[in-house]
């Protein structure tokens, strides 16, 4: 992995074998930054999506096979109990070109994936949400 930084940005580029959040989180650690917002693309494999039940508080999972296409990727960085935590949600596709979506638990590099992060000027924090189990956003 390999980024700059540049006033409030700083640009990323992720390497074939990199594992997308663990990475990231890394990089904003390196930097000193606990609030921002990611913006990708590039190519993955080991790819693991999800859909949140609101009715079950839960997700239901689906491993992506291949390779694919990060046709978009994003979300913030915020901290969630103390830790620098990555939330993306991403559309993938296949050679197909046919999308899926939904939200990021897993993603390896396959080339690169070119991320650039827009810093916030103060920490975003993140608490559990009793009326939808979700960690959201303290505002």
């Known amino acids: 992995m390999k980024w700059r930084r ?9 390497e074939l074998g990199d594992e997308v959040h663990s990475s990231l989180a890394e990089i904003a650690g390196r930097e000193g ?3 921002g917002w990611f913006s ?11 859909y949140y039940d609101l009715e079950r508080r839960d997700y239901d999972r689906t491993a ?6 990060i046709a978009s990727v994003a979300g913030p960085l915020s ?11 991403a559309v993938v596709s296949d050679r197909q070109c046919v ?9 390896v590099a396959a ?27 303290r505002v």
């Open 64 to 69: 992506v096979p291949g390779e694919v296409e």
């Open 33 to 35: 930054v606990s609030g």
């Open 40 to 50: 990708g693309i590039g190519a993955a494999s080991d790819v693991e999506l999800g």
């Open 79 to 89: 901290l969630l109990n103390g830790e620098r935590h990555v939330h993306l949600h």
């Open 99 to 107: 999308p899926r979506a939904g939200h990021l638990f897993r993603a």
């Open 111 to 137: 080339a690169t994936v070119e991320f650039v992060l827009l810093l916030a000027e103060a920490p975003i924090e993140r608490t559990k949400d009793g009326e939808t189990g979700l960690n959201l956003w």
């Open 6 to 14: 540049e006033g409030s940005r700083i640009f990323i580029r992720l």
